[in-house]
């Protein structure tokens, strides 16, 4: 029988309830073994080295600047950087998703919050801003918006990306979405496409933010990335984001 979950989780007597109510429900959370309390005591520092990081699953990573990296090695332009943001609540998601526990409608909530943190972590340090004056309620004040001249654009990958992508419109007004299906073969396992909404040519600077929530053997996301940068966006132009990712895709 099917349960009702909010804060006060009202189930029928007769059943076990599979949570137990928490004081923020927000992060409702399904049933996990706790282990010691940690507390951040140092700044989060980004490595260079990628492959120490890529021995181990990675969880919700985003595309850098090669100005983040250290001056012992410099990273090339052509080279895909991964960004782990250490902040709590993206750990949090990323940890109800790959809890068995967790039911379809908690899932698909905790995909979409994630999307959410990983579109500001994706965006920070790489909007185009444009300055200027208004008049506030007190006095005329300096201000600074993101350049709404500046073309920015989602490509959810098609069907799991929705989720991901879900509150993109919120973080990012302004952008726009185009589509892309892709499916694997199963005789050939290489990608084919059965939906592109991309358009003939990309507006000139246009910045795209490109969303697959995981990356197995990486030959989707290679292949979406092949055809947007067809459309006439370079490398530097292009952010990934995604939720799980293993090695193979790296190597791709």
């Not at 965006?123 to 073309?151: K, N, Y």
Request: charged share 20%; hydrophobic share 40%; with cysteine.
């Amino acid at each position: 029988m099917a349960c009702r979950i909010n804060f006060n989780l009202r189930c029928p007597s007769s059943h076990t309830p599979r949570f137990v109510p928490l004081k923020n429900p927000t992060l409702l959370i399904p049933p996990f073994k706790p282990h010691s309390h940690t507390h951040p005591s140092h700044p989060f520092k980004l490595s260079v080295s990628t492959s120490r990081w890529l021995r181990r699953r990675h969880m919700g990573f985003v595309t850098v600047n090669s100005h983040m990296a250290t001056e012992e090695k410099p990273i090339s332009d052509d080279r895909m950087l991964v960004f782990v943001p250490p902040h709590p609540l993206i750990k949090h998601w990323i940890s109800v998703l790959r809890n068995e526990q967790t039911p379809c409608p908690i899932f698909k909530n905790a995909m979409a919050e994630l999307g959410r943190l990983l579109m500001y972590e994706a965006s920070r340090d790489w909007l185009p801003t444009v300055t200027g004056e208004i008049q506030s309620p007190m006095a005329i004040a300096s201000v600074e918006f993101v350049d709404p001249r500046e073309p920015l654009a989602i490509v959810p990958i098609l069907r799991a990306g929705l989720a991901l992508a879900e509150h993109a419109s919120s973080i990012l007004p302004a952008t726009k979405t185009y589509h892309l299906g892709l499916s694997r073969d199963e005789e050939t396992l290489l990608p084919s496409v059965y939906l592109n909404k991309l358009p003939d040519k990309f507006p000139e600077g246009s910045r795209i933010f490109a969303v697959d929530p995981m990356l197995a053997t990486g030959g989707t996301i290679v292949a979406a990335l092949n055809l947007i940068k067809e459309r006439g966006v370079d490398n530097k132009q292009i952010k990934v984001i995604s939720a799980l990712e293993l090695l193979q895709p790296f190597k791709s």
